[in-house]
């Protein structure tokens, strides 16, 4: 099993992200700091978590505001 010392996300699922955002911002505060469709239209996980994971960069803009979150 490789390890990922330098990897900040090493560990983190997408879900989990998602799941710290929306209880940081809520659905209208996430929204508004990466306005995307999934997250300002009826918004739920289940939905937002199908959509993150088709789209990398949509992905990369939750993974960067997680990280700057966090460090």
Not at 15 to 44: D, H
């Amino acid at each position: 099993m490789s390890t990922q010392p330098n990897n900040p996300l090493h560990g983190v699922t997408l879900e989990r992200m998602l799941t710290e955002l929306v209880a940081q911002y809520g659905w209208q505060g996430l929204g508004a700091k990466i306005p995307l469709r999934c997250f300002n239209n009826e918004p739920s996980i289940a939905s937002s978590l199908k959509f993150l994971r088709r789209t990398p960069w949509a992905r990369m803009e939750v993974e960067q505001l997680y990280l700057r979150q966090h460090s």
